[in-house]
């Protein structure tokens, strides 16, 4: 059964910084891709970005770039979100997510395996 479990969500003003936690289990590939989405309240959920667990390569949405970096920990099977210059834009429940079939980066309509989600909530 795959699982995947975010943890790190936090209410913060803004400047600030939080770091989110996605553990994966149970998932049969062993290089895949993973990939940060938000959802904020009234709007669709989009993507954050992703990182390849090998090699480490990663993408950004252009609203998180220089600000946000997604790092892993292989021998955890966990995998990190780094945000930092937070802003009130920025807050929404933050959710992880892997294929269910194929090791591409998840979209955001895709068929997916979701975690259940952490709020970040940043105000001014």
């Known amino acids: 059964q795959v699982q995947l479990v975010e943890s790190g969500g936090d209410s913060v003003q803004a400047g600030g910084s939080l770091r989110l936690s996605c553990v994966v289990s149970g998932y049969k590939y062993s290089s895949y891709c993973m990939g940060w989405f938000r959802q904020a309240p009234g709007k669709e959920r989009e993507g954050v970005g992703s990182?390849?667990?090998?090699?480490?390569?990663?993408y950004y949405a252009d609203s998180v770039k220089g600000r946000f970096t997604i790092s892993q920990d292989n021998a955890k099977n966990t995998f990190y979100l780094e945000m930092n210059s937070l802003k009130p834009e920025d807050t929404a429940m933050y959710y992880c997510?892997?294929?269910?079939?194929?090791?591409?980066?998840?979209?955001?309509?895709?068929?997916?395996?979701w975690g259940q989600g952490t709020q970040v909530t940043v105000s001014s």
């Open positions: 990182i390849y667990r090998a090699g480490s390569k990663t």
């Open positions: 997510a892997v294929r269910r079939y194929g090791v591409a980066c998840p979209s955001v309509n895709g068929l997916n395996y």
